[in-house]
């Protein structure tokens, strides 16, 4: 879509609004959504300057700006006070649209937000690497990576923790997005010094990977101070991106948050 929020609707239901993380796309939702399209109407989108929403005019760059740009975005589809669930840049996203009230109930997935001054610098480093690698390798080797299963295993090392779930075409579809992503470094740019601090208005999960490498867990020690109210889970077996790790889990606790609310 040109100069367009891309957007995939299904189910029908309480509306349910999916972001994904840094340099991600809407399609890493689909294990979830398929599990939730029978109770909700499950949005998931692109953010703004990313994916297949990589030509909207000056997307906003820091986390605050880009959960205004979303809640405008609701009255577009219709939607009020929609349940929000987001992962990594997503997860402080879906965190502020709750201290904003605009989010019926919260799910944050490893969200950013929480990191302290060591990890901060370590996680940027992470992922200025993770977005290297990808730019400089040609795509006829990432296209032959993912054909090969130790090739799936190499690119979900830092992103997944359990590469066996992944199709080459679920590869592929990262490699891509990851690759033609400009706006990538503004974005990690305008928040590394981005904490959350905001209270917590409506029920609110902040779920974590046990095998995250990107945004350690050790980070759930700040979320008692930072986010009082907000109930906290462990994900175990899953890495940064738990919605690929373990689907029916995360599901079941966006659907418990949902419920509370």
């Not at 030509?55 to 939607?79: D, H, L, M, T, Y």
């Not at 992103?159 to 075409?169: D, N, V």
């Amino acid at each position: 879509m040109v100069n367009e929020l891309a957007v995939e609707r299904r189910g029908t239901g309480e509306p349910i609004v999916l972001l994904h993380g840094l340099g991600h796309h809407r399609h890493v939702w689909k294990p979830v959504s398929r599990l939730l399209e029978d109770n909700f109407e499950v949005i998931a989108i692109d953010l703004p300057g990313f994916a297949e929403s990589v030509n909207v005019p000056s997307p906003p760059r820091r986390v605050k700006k880009i959960a205004a740009f979303v809640e405008q975005r609701f009255a577009e589809w219709g939607v009020h006070r929609p349940h929000v669930v987001g992962n990594s840049l997503g997860g402080a996203v879906a965190l502020e649209l709750g201290a904003r009230g605009a989010a019926r109930s919260v799910t944050a997935l490893s969200p950013a937000g929480f990191l302290g001054p060591v990890n901060r610098f370590q996680t940027v480093g992470m992922l200025a690497a993770l977005r290297g690698s990808r730019v400089a390798l040609p795509w006829s080797w990432q296209h032959a990576l993912a054909q090969r299963s130790w090739g799936r295993r190499l690119h979900a090392a830092g992103i997944y923790a359990r590469s066996e779930s992944l199709t080459p075409e679920d590869i592929l579809t990262d490699m891509a997005h990851l690759k033609h992503c400009p706006s990538f470094e503004p974005v990690l740019a305008a928040n590394v010094l981005y904490s959350y601090s905001a209270p917590v208005r409506v029920p609110t999960t902040i779920a974590w990977g046990a095998q995250d490498r990107i945004l350690p867990i050790g980070s759930l020690r700040r979320v008692a101070a930072k986010a009082p109210g907000a109930e906290i889970q462990v994900l175990h077996g899953c890495g940064h991106v738990p919605m690929q790790d373990d689907p029916k889990t995360v599901a079941d606790v966006v659907r418990r948050t949902a419920a509370s609310a």
